[in-house]
Structures are given as C-alpha cells and as structure tokens.
C-alpha cells in the first residue's frame, strides 16, 4: 500500500528545475516500476508509465494523465569576491528568497544562503523595497579562490528545505508545484491495481512545464492519446487571495471549467464524483489556462482535455502548502474515472453528437 507522506516527501525533497529533471526521473522509475507495465521516454525527457488495459478492446484506447516535473529555481549569472550573484528560473519570487537556505550545483553539492545589504546600511527608501534579484547574493561560507574553482556561470541553484508536517494532514515545502499531482497520479496507479479497465493508462510526468509547457507538447504527440488530464496546483484560501481566486485546502480537487477544457469530459469527471461521493471543486478559467492542458489540446488534431487542480498556498515559494486528502481524493477520483471508460465513450464525447443547442 503507498506510504503517500513518503512518497510525496522522497518527491519534492529532490533537486530538479526546469530542463535538469534527470533526478526526479529516477526517483519516479524506481517509484513506478511495480505500479506499470512498461515505461518510455521522450526525446524532450518527459517520463511516460503505461499501465495496460486489464480488459483490452478490440480496438484499443489511451487516457494520457500529465503532470510536470520541473520546478522553479535559479542559476548563476556572475561570481563577485566569492559571492554569487543569481538569474531566475521561471517563476522565483525575490520577495520570499531572502535568509533562505540553497544548494548550489556546482562540481558538487555546496549549502549556502541568500543574503543582501544589512538594512542598516541602506536608506529609508531602499529599506520600504523588497531587495530585487540584482540585490541578492549567494553565500557559500568559503573563499573566493575556493568558490571560483567549484562554481562557474549557469550552474543551478534550488531552495535547500525540507517537507515539514503541520497540523492534521497539512504539509509544507518547496515543488508541490507540480509534484502533488505528480504523487496524484502515483495514488492513481496504486489504486487501479485493485480494479478493471479497458483504457491504457499513459502517466506523464513532464519536462519543462514551467518555461513554456513545452514537456507537455513533446509527450502528448509521442503518445497520441485519445483524451487527456493534465494536473496542476490552483490557488487556495488564504489572505491575499481573493473568494474568486482562492479554493478551500481540504475541500477536494478542483476541475477547470473554460475552453481549454472539452465540455462532455467535464460532465463525465463530475458524474464520477458524484456516484463515488468524491469532494470536487471548480474553477473558471475563461482563457489561457497556463497548464499542461493548454499544449495537450491542441497537439496533433486535437485531445479532448481536462483539468484538474489541488489547492495551494504560497504557491511559488519554498513553504508551499497543501492538505494531503486533496491528494489522495484526486488520484482516487482519477482511477474511478478511469475505471468508468468503455469502448463507446469516445463516440459518446464526439463533438458532432452534441446536442442541438450546446455550442462546439
């Protein structure tokens, strides 16, 4: 039975941002290898788990579930006296880097922290301003010598923090975004073990998500699947975030609603739900979605694609955090979805057999 705790910490406690995935990669082939039959590889390094049809049809189908890998992090863009100056991967936030603890990944492994001037030194303007990357620098602890023999340009650079349990089953750490639903499709795999079904199952962990969804594109036309569900983080409560924007932690995944999204996929994951008493959110997203989905949909001649999220605090910063029940209703929800696919359902999700009425 998965350990969903161990196997979520063992996840987000490796080191691996965008387009350096390779750690995380092997943590999940070692984590998959008794949960599918068979594993492939893209030219882009995305991870595909296939777990076959345990009723095969005649003609048969595929589910592709994709959630990204990557995380955000940063690299060196100079070295000054021994200190490191830094560029950002993707979506580092300057606001919340300041004291942390980092590795720098260099010919090894080197702990250091972000640092900045001491507000002492700065004035009263400069001290009502959060410093801006330009402001930061790495301290690595050791001599300029030393730090310019073991560092050069462009190596990386990712938050050193560990996965701390808070109260109940509320969890914080770095990279939930995206491996929540990574461990949300791990939850999945472990429970289809105990249940039939006629679809191939294709689970996707893609690269590059967080510099331009590119991971996504590249699997998603070397699977070719039949229909799709991307996973990703969404907004939860918390100050700052408004009702609109905000889900409630604990409250169940949350489904995206919006033209990124097929509407008969939509109808079928809430029946689901329904029947299976499974907790289920919503979220409007009338354009861009911003997720995996958006590039799924449109590879080859169109996947029908679907969303769905888990709620998230402190998105994009080391303490992330999130209700593991989230976790483990969305993998659930996700294998009873799956389950529930039969050799008609792509004729039944046809656009030309919509309703007179609904619009295409």
Sequence with gaps: ???????????????????????????????????????????????????????PLNE?????????????????????????????????????????????????PLKGIVATTPPHLLNKSEQEKYPTFDDLVIDLGLPAQDVAELVQLGDLITPDVPMIELQGKRVAAKAFDDRACVAAITVCLDTLQTMNHQWDVYA??????????????????????????????????????????????????????????????????????????????????????????WSIQVSRGGVPTLLLSIPLRNMHSPVETLDLTDIERAGRLLAHFIASLDADFLAAIDWDDLKQGESA
């Excluded at 882009?44 to 777990?51: D, P, R």
């Design 60 to 108: 048969p189908r595929k589910i592709m579930l994709a959630a990204h890998m990557d995380e955000i992090g940063m690299m060196v863009r100079d070295i000054v006296d021994g200190f490191i100056f830094v560029h950002r991967i993707s979506g580092v936030d300057n606001r919340v880097m300041l004291a942390q603890p980092v590795i720098v990944h260099g010919k090894r």
């Design 204 to 293: 996707t962990a893609t690269v590059q998500e967080e510099t331009g969804l590119y991971g996504a594109k590249t699997a998603a036309y070397h699977i070719n699947p039949d229909i799709a569900i991307a996973l990703d983080v969404t907004f939860a409560e918390q100050p700052g975030v408004s009702n609109d924007d905000g889900r409630e932690l604990g409250g169940g995944p949350v489904m995206g609603i919006g033209p990124n999204f097929h509407i008969k996929l939509s109808e079928k994951l809430k029946d689901v739900a329904k029947y299976h008493e499974i907790k289920l959110q919503y979220d409007a997203l009338p354009g861009r979605s911003g997720t995996d989905a």
């Design 1 to 55: 039975m998965l350990d969903l705790k161990k196997h979520l910490k063992r996840l987000v406690e490796a080191h691996a941002p965008s387009g350096h995935e390779a750690p995380l990669r092997q943590i999940l082939r070692e984590e998959w290898a008794e949960l599918v039959d068979d594993m492939q590889q893209d030219g882009l390094g995305s991870l595909i788990g296939i777990k076959h049809a345990t009723r």
